[in-house]
Every structure is written in structure tokens, then in C-alpha cells.
């Protein structure tokens, strides 16, 4: 496992007119400022299947656009819209998913979209622009297996970093946060596997047993939303232990192994062990079965639940500024045994997601000049927002002294702190008008050649020396002086790196997709039930329901492809660590 290494290494003219017409205002005037390029004003349809909002893109980022393209963004979200293909397989019928498309390519989707005649070539769009310049070998790698010639999709995550480096920045994909304020009234215990952290919660929940409202604290709880052939609140303790899935299958990071998700001795039905027994000793919410994530959320806000796997829950929810200085706040603990999982780096791009230019796009010239800006520099800092870039530069940060620092209002916004946008950036509250598209054009980890440090903000030189807080400093001392977890973890040889691919799974038959959907709702469904039975006969009980179900539903026919994908997927990181590597002697 290689450390990472990271080198710390508008101007537009602005035309502005507007054209009154009797009562009304002609729209390709009346949007505010525009370049002078664009002459008409245009509301573009994005079909974009990472989106958690739908609806026309507002606040401070909707200005930029508008200013920098004289057009709005209208996002059209499955997520929002009920999930599933509903909507993908409705707007495909009809000939129009959108004018810009950002997609999975996933089991033989792009070749589909392009087959489909839903994407338009990009060839002659992309020509002599800078995308083209910086990641050529990452887009043709893509298309590929777009199924004819052509460009029809670009990567997302395009890095110019090895595949063995972490792309997670300062935090994993997941990791056990702690209430560090309640961990420390425990005498910071030591754990040296998952089952040794029942105790520490329970010692967690009894020092700390109301939330900041007054309310009954847990230490872990759940929901329904993003579970899909797994219930992915277990499978994330799985991912505590390098694992990830594909399928039926937990594929560690290394490839030394791949599981089924359903064996009696596998990592996943340890997992749901570990919360049945979590459950057995009061210590997991009773409402986990009913609530979605917005109101998980708001507990972690009133500091309600006293751990977290995931960095953007626990941490990014109940660490504001002045509960850090009071000491209190979630901070990754240490499990022995465990080696979490990390996404590598991309240097062939993540084709597991593209973004696309519609067949039936209203201006395919625009389209090219919005994708070519979100994958420069500018457009990493100020679209690439929501996964980590610093925003626009004047507001959220600044050059001083030769290096990228926040400014006061930075401060605030980026930590996750409500805080008013200025009128004259777009006026609303920033975290209302952040880039709604949820993509990542390149990895956050990559350095921005515009100040010599990483598109991700966290990482700059000059925030690191800020986390000082009482909290920062105390969990410093007891990680031998880490500023993140990454680097506590890689301190401590225990992080799981998964090489960066630009594997795609491929298509299966529709026969397939209804067998793994009857499966999946079997195992999700008695997942549930085993974390919540009363007692460890009906634990067993239900595990065998599970497991004698699904395989008279024909669900070794479909594990049996997932491990073939799962073995081919290694094999790919294997070979882009090599490709990389001879490309870069």
C-alpha cells in the first residue's frame, strides 16, 4: 500500500442588457448578466441520476451559470422522483432523457443510451477544447465500450494520480466517528474488534443520555432509502473491513477475496449479528425501521446518536465551530482488526458514471462549452462543490500570502454552518444554492494547478492548521499527531485502498435483472427483521428464511455471475495499477 503523496505545489466580458416588452420581459434578456457568446437565454433539462434535488437550480451557483452561460439548469432527478427507472425508462421512450445527462454506465447502460440514439457525439463538439487536451486517454478509455464510434460520454473522477491512492481525501468511505466527548468519559476504551465496540457504545450511551434538546440518545441508528441488493446499514460494517459490494457479492479491496452476501460466515451476516446484538443491549433507535434520511439527520444536527460510518453524517451534521471548541463533536476511534475501505484514485475516470450531451439538446455547442468548463480548474472549485471544491474564489477563499486560504464567510459555509449568500453572489443560503448536479468532474484529490494545492479544501495547508479546536487537538494527541483519518489510518497500516478502475459491470439479460430483484427484496426484508428479532432463535430462524428463499428464487444462477464480475473487476484494478505505473515510469 503506497502513501499518498500530494505536492503542495472571471475573467469574462460581461455584456448586460435587458429588453422590455409591454408588461412582460424577453427571457434571453432578462436572466441578468450573460457572456456575450450566448445571445439567447436557455433553460437546459440535466437528467441527472445523482441528484438528491429536482427542480430549477437556484442561489449563488445558479448565478454563475447564468452569468457564465446565459442559461438556468432545470434538474430532473430519479432519486427525487420516486427512484428506481421509472423515469429513466419514461423520458427513454420518448426519444429525450435531457440536454445534458449525467448517468450510470453501469450493466450495459451507455452502450444502451447510445444505441438508443439518446446520446449525441461529442467528437466535433470537444475538438481542440481543453478536456480533450488534459484527459483524452480517460474519455476514449470510456467509450470503449460505448458500442460504435464516437465520444458520447466523458468519466467522472479523471485523475492524474496512481490508482493506489486514497480518493477519499481526509475520510474514507467509512469509519467509526464516536461522540468523542462521550468516548472520552468512557477513558477512551480500546477496541480490538466490532464486538468489543458493544460495550463502549453502551458506556457512550449511559454518560451521554440526552441530546442537546433533551431527547433519548442511541448510539446507532438507521433507514430504508439507499438500500438496494443489500441493507446497506449493515453492509457498511462489512466496508469497516475493506469490503465493498458488487451484487450479491463483498469484494475486498485487494481482491485476496469474494463473498456471498448471504453465507452464514461471511462478513455481511456478521454484520447484522453485530446490530442484532447492538439492538439486544438498547443501543440502536427503535424508529431506524420508519424514518429516512433527512431525519436521521436532523438527530445527528441535535446530536441525538452518538456514532456514525460515514464522515458527511455524524461529523458533517453535529461539528459546527462552537460545539469543537467545547470539546464536543464526532471523531473517528480506532478497531484493531478493521481496515476500511477506500475508493483509489481514477486515472482512466470513473465509467461507472458519465455525463453526456442529450441527442435532442436545444444548443449542443453550449452543452460542450458547460461540460469543457466543469472539467477545468475554475470549474472544479465552484461546480465540484458539493464533493469538496472550495467555491467561488472572492467569496468562500482567497490568495494570501501565495496560498489558498478561507475567507470568514468560507469559513462558516463550508463547515456546513447556515450562512446568507451576499446579494451580489446570488443572495440565498449557501448550502440552497450549491451545484445541485452532485458530480465529480475530477478527483477532489487531484491539485489544483491554480493554487498548488488539492481541489478538496479540506486538505489545503491552511485549513489543516486551523483544526485546533479542543476536540481537534485531543483527538490529535491521542492518533500520534494525524491531521485525518487517512493519515491516522495509513499511520496504523490500516487502510484498504481500492485501485481506481474504469471497469463497467456488464449488461446481464432481463431474465437476470428479475431474478436479482425478487432476491434482493427477500434479503433486504429479512435483513431488517434480523437486526430487530427478539431474541438469537429468531435470529437464526429468519436467516434461514433468507437464505432457503432466495435460493429457490434461482439466486446462485445470479451470485454465480456477480463472482465472475467480481473477479473480472480485480483483475481491471490490477491492470490500472500496471497501466499506470508503465505510463509513468
Known amino acids: 500500500m503506497k502513501k499518498r503523496l500530494i505536492g503542495i505545489f472571471l475573467c469574462l466580458t460581461m455584456t448586460v442588457s435587458v429588453v422590455l416588452s409591454g408588461c412582460g420581459e424577453e427571457k434571453s434578456a432578462s436572466a441578468g448578466s450573460s457572456n456575450s457568446k450566448y445571445k439567447e437565454f436557455i433553460t437546459v433539462d440535466v437528467f441527472d441520476a445523482l441528484a438528491n434535488y429536482q427542480g430549477i437550480q437556484s442561489g449563488w ?4 451559470v447564468r452569468d457564465k452561460f446565459n442559461m438556468e439548469l432545470n434538474i430532473i432527478a430519479p432519486n427525487v422522483a420516486g427512484g ?9 421512450a420518448a426519444g429525450n432523457l435531457g440536454d445534458l445527462i449525467i448517468a450510470g454506465a453501469d450493466n450495459g447502460r451507455f452502450s444502451n443510451m447510445v444505441k438508443a440514439g439518446l446520446l449525441a457525439d461529442m467528437t466535433e463538439l470537444l475538438e481542440d477544447k481543453e478536456i480533450m487536451k488534459n484527459y483524452e486517454t480517460a474519455i476514449k478509455k470510456v467509450n470503449e465500450s460505448a458500442g460504435q464510434e464516437g465520444i458520447f460520454g466523458i468519466p467522472s473522477e479523471i485523475s492524474n494520480q496512481s490508482p493506489e ?4 481525501g481526509i475520510e474514507p468511505l467509512v469509519s467509526p466517528y464516536v461522540r468523542w466527548d462521550s468516548y472520552k468519559e468512557a477513558g477512551y476504551p480500546q477496541m480490538k474488534t466490532l464486538e468489543d465496540f458493544i460495550p463502549v457504545m453502551k458506556a457512550m450511551q449511559e454518560n451521554t443520555p440526552q441530546s442537546d434538546s433533551g431527547k433519548p440518545t442511541y448510539a446507532i441508528s438507521l433507514f430504508k432509502d439507499w438500500d438496494g441488493n443489500m441493507m446497506v446499514g449493515a453492509k457498511n460494517y462489512a466496508s469497516l473491513y475493506g469490503y465493498n459490494e458488487l451484487g450479491f457479492v463483498l469484494s475486498k479491496a485487494d481482491g485476496s477475496d469474494d463473498q456471498d452476501v448471504v453465507s452464514s460466515d461471511g462478513v455481511y451476516v456478521q454484520a447484522l449479528r453485530f446490530l442484532f446484538e447492538a439492538n439486544q443491549a438498547g443501543l440502536v433507535d427503535p424508529e431506524s425501521t420508519t424514518q429516512n434520511y433527512d431525519i436521521l439527520s436532523n438527530k445527528y444536527r441535535d446530536g441525538q446518536i452518538l456514532t456514525s460510518l460515514w464522515s458527511y453524517q455524524g461529523p458533517a451534521f453535529y461539528n459546527t465551530a462552537e460545539r469543537k471548541k467545547e470539546g464536543k463533536g464526532f471523531m473517528p476511534a ?4 478493521s481496515s476500511p475501505f477506500s475508493f483509489g484514485c481514477y486515472a482512466e475516470g470513473n465509467g461507472k458514471t458519465i455525463i453526456g450531451i442529450g441527442s435532442q439538446a436545444k444548443d449542443p455547442e453550449r452543452m460542450a462549452d458547460f461540460i469543457d468548463w466543469l472539467y477545468s480548474p475554475e470549474g472544479m472549485e465552484i461546480g465540484g462543490q ?14 494570501k500570502d501565495d496560498r489558498a486560504v478561507r475567507t470568514e464567510f468560507g469559513d462558516k459555509a463550508l463547515a456546513g454552518e447556515k450562512v446568507e449568500v451576499p446579494e451580489e453572489w446570488g443572495g440565498g443560503e ?8 452532485n458530480f465529480k468532474p475530477l478527483s477532489p484529490v487531484d ?4 493554487i498548488g494545492e488539492p481541489y478538496l479544501s479540506t486538505m489545503w495547508s491552511s485549513v489543516l492548521e486551523k483544526n485546533t479546536t479542543p476536540l481537534d487537538t485531543d483527538w490529535q494527541d491521542k492518533s500520534g499527531g494525524a491531521k485525518t483519518t487517512i493519515e491516522f489510518l495509513e499511520s496504523k497500516d490500516a487502510l484498504s485502498v481500492s485501485p481506481g478502475t474504469s471497469y463497467i459491470q456488464p449488461e446481464e439479460s432481463s ?20 437486526v430487530f428479532a427478539k431474541d438469537e432463535a429468531e435470529f437464526e430462524s429468519i436467516l434461514k428464511h433468507m437464505q432457503d428463499t432466495v435460493k429457490g428464487l434461482g439466486y446462485e444462477e445470479v451470485l454465480e455471475l456477480d463472482m465472475k464480475n467480481a473477479k473480472e473487476q480485480s483483475a481491471c484494478r490490477i491492470q490500472a495499477v500496471e497501466e499506470y505505473n508503465s505510463r509513468n515510469k
Open 84 to 92: 428506481g427507472d421509472t423515469l429513466f425508462q419514461t423520458r427513454s
Open 334 to 337: 480506532f478497531i484493531e482488526d
Open 165 to 168: 491512492v486514497s480518493a477519499d
Open 386 to 399: 458539493s464533493g469538496g471544491g472550495a467555491g467561488p474564489e472572492g467569496l468562500t477563499w482567497e490568495i
Open 511 to 530: 431474465d437476470f435483472t428479475t431474478l436479482r430483484n425478487q432476491c434482493k427484496t427477500v434479503i433486504v426484508d429479512d435483513s431488517w427483521k434480523m
Open 447 to 450: 491539485i489544483d494547478p491554480r
Open 430 to 437: 449557501w448550502t440552497d444554492g450549491g451545484p445541485a448536479l
Open 61 to 64: 451557483f445558479a448565478k454563475v
